[in-house]
């Protein structure tokens, strides 16, 4: 089965300062991948996700991520962080066989210092 | 706003009582998945309904159980509740079976057992 890392537990960037968000995965196929984003009292929201084509991956926000097989990494990025993007941030790997087999890495809580 | 709704946002329940968690899905879909997020870890894949049916299910036990109804609604039971249970519960509802449809999350409930 599928299973997800994410290395970093907290991260903290200032403001307009770069972000990257590591996440290594285990599957034996391509796997479709995915980064969500969590607030404080909300649900999941889905940032980008990679099935196919193009490694270069352009999400919502201003975020996007690089699928790179032979790292197998798909890492989060983004160029210039706002106070508006401190949250937990969750890498997850679909089964392409099996629809309802999402594995979730256990997220990078992200603090933005002024 | 992904149009998914959970109910209620808290609850509090004591060991060996039962509970019933509530989702509305988006319109049009026919899939919901449930989570369990344990406080500090990733969303762990509890199962999935299809058109009514269960259609897979993660490494939970029997007394957590599930409905989902035709007006897009569906449930979350369960029986004889235990500290461990204590956790943020997510729906996510999808159009349909295909892998690489978006789920949509709900805000969650958090449920607290003593």
Redesign the interface.
Known sequence: AQS?TQPDIHITVSEGASLELRCNYSYGATP?LFW?VQSP??????LL?Y?SGDTLVQGIKGFEAEFKRSQSSFNLRKPSVHWSDAAEY?C?V??????????????TRLTVKP | E?G?TQSPTHLIKTRGQQVTLRCSSQSGHNTV?WYQQAL??????I??YYREEE??R?NFPPRFSGLQFPNYSSELNVNALELDDSALY?C?SSPG????????????TRLTVL
Do not use: I
Request: aromatic residues 18%.
């Open positions: 997800v479709y969500y009292g909300q649900g999941l929201q889905l996700k099935f969750f997850a679909g089964d392409r066989y099996n629809n309802n087999d999402m594995r979730f890495g256990a997220g | 992904t998914v998945s500090g870890q990733g969303p762990q894949f199962f999935q259609n897979g993660g997510l996510a079976q295909n892998p690489t449809d978006t789920q949509y999350f709900g805000p969650g």
